[in-house]
């Protein structure tokens, strides 16, 4: 018998395609979300979350955040070349539609436009931070106010430097008096990237493989898209890889978002493709980083330094006389980990079925393209108040719950002291180092 969380994915998807109006230019709101990690930032063109107004007797002073690079173009050369050639080979054959041979010629130009961008920020991306720094001065002017300082950091790769860049060049048009201060350093590594290093994390997402791979083969729907594109859909299985052949062209048209014109191929595809590529990716990034029992709740924990980091800085402007920011910029292998492990929302809760998860926990809430954790601090008006420092948590500007108790019921705000108690306990699990 389907389990319930099943038939809500089910409902959820036929209510987005019945709505779909399937075109090569204009994907819908729910395709591009089911392009996962490629989902491009939603804002502006969603509505910007609003936000709960600063408590009485308090005001904004500090920020830690931690955001993902920008929309880029794809890693490897060969995922735009492989499909121009599978898809070449089809055409000299006699093979392709003549959807088929308007797509090669739309993946020839693409081709031919990627050329030296390999993993590149595209102007999309640089656009996306842009927007969250006149939004982030917006929502918390007195973080950014007079000479307040802000120190930025950045991962050596280049999309990620050029995300900081353009936050930095926005913070600074905002306000020239800022004191600004950036590095990219293989130093902040450790931190800043750490999770291709991890074995602890590593070996405890790997439990869950198994689970993975049982699910993946219910998932496997990636033929009906082959008679739109060729004429002889037994050929193509016999002289391509045809599973090759879905994946880079559902990752080109996933990524079609992180550009200005570029066609998104979304009408070879059927509805159930669509779906099925999706649940399993979001179940393939569950178990390499969501809460499992086989993995002991520890797939996360890669994060650990990180987050170690964010409160040591957060606790350092305690008793600063100026407001300040520290931003890092890196990937999304970091962002959603750190959400997990911050238990930010349902994002921490344990999952064990796999065919509960897309229900439960979507990876395009978690880290489209500039996704972003912004700690924002707020301290008492009148320092001799006694009054605790308070902090609320956004995820990609939306306020969040955190595994602490509110001050109030509903309420984004807790305690610092609180929140720092319940981390520190929980960093105390698995050595930083």
């Not at 491009?40 to 509505?47: G, I, M, S």
């Not at 093979?95 to 920020?121: C, F, M, N, Y």
Request: hydrophobic letters at 40%; aromatic letters at 10%.
């Amino acid at each position: 018998m389907k389990s319930l969380y099943h038939h809500i994915v089910l409902a959820f998807v036929a209510a987005a395609a019945a709505a779909l109006s399937v075109s090569a230019v204009e994907p819908s709101e729910t395709y591009r979300r089911m392009a996962s990690n490629y989902y491009a930032y939603p804002y502006p063109a969603q509505p910007v979350p609003e936000l709960t107004a600063t408590p009485d007797g308090y005001t904004p002073y500090h920020i830690e955040h931690y955001g993902r690079h920008g929309s880029r173009w794809h890693i490897g050369t060969g995922s735009y070349r492989r499909p121009v050639e599978m898809l070449a080979k089809a055409d000299a054959a006699g093979k392709l539609t003549p959807r088929g041979k308007e797509l090669l010629g739309q993946l020839r130009d693409i081709e031919v436009a990627s050329r030296g961008r390999d993993g590149e920020l595209t102007d999309v991306g640089a656009e996306q931070h842009r927007g969250i720094a006149r939004r982030m001065i917006s929502n918390f002017p007195e973080v950014f106010e007079g000479p307040a300082r802000v120190d930025a950091r950045s991962t050596v790769v280049i999309r990620c430097i050029l995300s900081m860049d353009n936050e930095l060049q926005e913070l600074k048009a905002a306000n020239p008096a800022l004191i600004v201060t950036s590095d990219a350093s293989r130093a902040d590594m450790p931190y800043m990237n750490f999770s291709d290093t991890d074995t602890v994390a590593q070996q405890a997402a790997r439990k869950a493989d198994s689970l993975l791979k049982d699910f993946g083969k219910t998932h496997r729907y990636m033929d009906d898209f082959l008679p739109n594109i060729v004429t002889d859909t037994q050929w193509a299985k016999d002289s391509l890889d045809t599973g090759a052949l879905f994946y880079y062209l559902f990752n080109i048209a996933a990524n079609a978002q992180s550009h200005k014109d570029m066609p998104a191929p979304y009408d070879i595809f059927s509805d159930r493709e669509m779906r099925e590529r999706w649940e399993y990716n979001n179940a393939a990034w569950f178990t390499t980083y969501g809460n499992m029992e086989v993995s002991e709740g520890l797939a996360s924990y890669n994060q650990r330094r990180l987050l170690d980091n964010m409160l040591s800085s957060a606790d350092s402007t305690l008793t600063s006389t100026y407001p300040s920011a520290n931003l890092r910029f890196g990937h999304e292998v970091v962002v959603m980990p750190l959400v997990v492990f911050m238990e930010l929302d349902n994002y921490g809760k344990e999952i064990n079925d796999l065919n509960q998860v897309a229900s439960q926990w979507r990876d395009w809430e978690i880290f489209p393209m500039a996704c972003n954790v912004q700690m924002v601090f707020y301290r008492p008006t009148d320092p001799g108040s006694g009054k605790p420092v308070l902090v609320k948590v956004l995820l990609n500007e939306r306020e969040v719950s955190l595994p602490v108790a509110p001050v109030a019921p509903g309420s984004p705000y807790v305690v610092y002291d609180d929140l720092r108690s319940y981390y520190a306990k929980k960093l105390a699990r698995v050595p930083l180092y």
